[in-house]
């Protein structure tokens, strides 16, 4: 009838037997009111670096194929936008945008649908379960998707540069952008992930937050009605854009870039730490 | 005692219908359950499925706050302190989601890191439990791509690396094969031989249940309704047997004595009857279904000593509940 008894069944295991029978180590507390010792939790930094480096492994599994559809999707764009703008400010927001774009679609798109996920199955339970400090978890999984975008927005960036001829000089403001924008929308993507109370809901919110780092990001803003240019201004990437699209001058105007980076910092902070506090309320319920 | 509970209620809100689920009552998945759990001892919740065990392991752990009672475990209230929890027990929960894409080694040394264990000792342990556990082979292949047993098991990796006096396994040996449960219930007896661990298991498997237990809790809808050893609860039953009967089509009813039997029947699921009897009934019982007409329509009929399923009937039980507690 069965597979388990007898044989499964390892010889010390004395099932109905008197239980306790090992020796209490020296040490250990046995009363009811003397508190045992707590086992050291995890710090901050390596537990982060933990995280981070579980998460960037998954790439190799699960990611590659979405960060090549997110490239695909930004060039495509640019493509076809070049037979509406013609170069100058439009073209530089353009290539801008796309490069953007790639951030958010990773960084808040795909971050919201994973922590979503995480949340609705269950899997939430695992970190929970572990003494980490919730901002590790966050941090650690913000950083990975940050770092996944990097391929991609470098990728668009040069491609964007050689489509519509413009100075690739200053491109390595990517190395301040793609982190920075990133700690933004990842944060948001995580918040809203972990705040839906369903799992569609978290996609949706995902997928809602890139259609609206395309279409504020990539159009050209002086094209929109005013109504419109506000939302452009609450968004975390529009910052991105316009630090990126700067820096396409021939003698880009550092401070209003930096500027714009110092927004995207300070919307980083704010939204992991909302990502952090998002983590505790939906770790325990 | 390691773990003790007392008045521990905890109630599901009820559910207003959305589209596409209907609307559910409230829940009281904890109706006041006490327990006490000594050190060393490996410990179960036997239930069917929804019986609240994992409701109240989940309350054990810190994740879920209960409506009312406390929950000490090694000296700490967890009601007031949850986040302690992860300082003094490992987890293993239900779900794998949040090491699925991981390999096998890299789930389990990120548990170890995130135990608290530096980088050192979290590969050592890592390489440890992977061979105790005989995970050696899989270690590179991603959990997901395991069948579900070797996934159990290299989720029981995750939650044995790192030292902890309490082990909390909810069903830990889901879906594996001999070899991987003989492994799991070595490494936990190790885990006690050595240390003195206390091991607190959710099954619903009895067969499993009378085999590693040393105590066992009998829930049903949010209750304990028996806490003893395995052998102290069946000696309620002791003086009963258990005669299951299994017909070819439907039962004839018309047959002499036939229709006495299926009222005094504990279980009927659709051919298949459960009933506890005197063990002179139970002779009786077979006489008559082996005897008369009724013998034709007969597919097959076992008589055995009673098993916790029984224990679970006698004492109240879902009969339809025992649909869950599975015996193999």
């Known amino acids: 009838m069965s597979v388990v008894p007898a044989q499964a069944r390892p010889s010390g295991i004395t099932g109905g037997s008197a239980p306790a029978k090992a020796a209490a180590p020296a040490g250990e507390a046995g009363g009811a009111d003397v508190p045992a010792p707590l086992a050291a939790g995890a710090r901050l930094f390596p537990a982060l670096v933990a995280v981070y480096r579980a998460q960037l492994s998954r790439a190799r599994v699960a990611r590659i194929p979405l960060l090549f559809v997110a490239t695909f999707q930004s060039v495509g764009i640019m493509v076809l936008m070049r037979g509406v703008v013609d170069g100058g400010a439009e073209a530089r927001s353009v290539v801008a945008g796309s490069s953007v774009l790639v951030v958010a679609f990773v960084a808040l798109n795909l971050l919201a649908q994973y922590f979503g996920q995480l949340r609705a199955s269950g899997g939430l339970d695992h970190y929970a379960t572990l003494p980490v400090p919730p901002s590790a978890v966050v941090l650690g999984a913000a950083a990975a998707y940050a770092s996944f975008t990097v391929p991609g927005t470098a990728v668009t960036a040069v491609v964007g540069s050689v489509l519509f001829q413009l100075p690739m000089a200053h491109l390595w403001i990517l190395a301040a952008v793609i982190p920075l924008s990133g700690a933004a929308l990842a944060g948001l993507g995580a918040a809203l992930g972990l705040l839906a109370p369903r799992q569609e809901l978290a996609t949706l919110c995902g997928q809602l937050g890139m259609s609206a780092a395309l279409l504020l990001g990539v159009l050209p803003a002086e094209r929109m009605p005013e109504v419109v240019s506000y939302a452009r201004d609450l968004l975390p990437s529009t910052y991105g854009v316009e630090a990126l699209a700067r820096s396409f001058d021939a003698q880009p105007d550092w401070l209003a870039v930096g500027a714009d980076l110092g927004v995207c910092a300070g919307v980083a902070v704010v939204s992991l730490a909302a990502a952090t506090w998002a983590y505790r309320r939906a770790a325990v319920r | ?328």
């Open chain 2, 1 to 328: 005692m390691v773990c003790t509970v007392r008045g521990l209620v905890k109630t599901y809100p009820a559910a207003r219908a959305r589209r596409g689920t209907p609307a559910t009552p409230a829940v009281r998945a904890s109706d006041g359950i006490d327990l006490d759990v000594a050190r060393g001892e490996v410990f179960g919740l036997l239930g069917p499925n929804g019986a609240g065990k994992s409701t109240l392991v989940r309350q054990l752990t810190g994740l879920l706050r209960p409506d009312e009672g406390t929950v000490r475990v090694l000296g700490h209230d967890l009601v007031r302190h949850p986040e302690r929890a992860a300082r003094l027990l490992g987890y293993l929960g239900q779900d794998s989601t949040a090491l699925d894409e991981l390999t096998v080694a890299l789930a389990t040394e990120t548990t170890a890191r995130l135990r608290g264990l530096d980088a050192r000792a979290a590969r050592a342990e890592r390489d440890a439990v992977m061979e105790e556990l005989g995970l050696g082979e899989l270690s590179g292949r991603a959990l997901k791509k395991l069948s579900g047993g070797q996934r159990r098991l290299a989720c029981v990796a995750a939650a044995l690396v790192g030292e902890r006096p309490l082990l909390v396994l909810d069903e830990p040996t889901t879906g594996m094969d001999p070899v991987a449960r003989r492994a799991v219930w070595a490494a936990v007896d190790r885990r006690r031989a050595e240390r003195g661990v206390t091991v607190l298991l959710v099954t619903h498997n009895v067969i499993e249940a009378e085999t590693v237990l040393d105590r066992v809790a009998v829930m049903d809808r949010g209750r304990v309704i028996a806490c003893d050893t395995p052998a102290g609860l069946k000696a309620m039953v002791a003086d009963e047997v258990r005669v299951e009967l299994v017909w070819r089509a439907d039962p004839p009813l018309d047959a002499p004595g036939i229709a006495a039997l299926r009222e005094s029947a504990d279980a009927v699921s659709g051919r298949r009857w459960t009933l506890r009897l005197a063990p002179d009934a139970a002779r009786a019982a077979i006489a008559t279904v082996t005897g008369g007409p009724a013998f034709a329509a007969l597919d097959d009929f076992t008589l055995a000593t009673p098993s916790l399923e029984d224990v679970y009937l006698a004492l109240g039980g879902r009969a339809e509940g025992t649909q869950g507690l599975v015996k193999a």
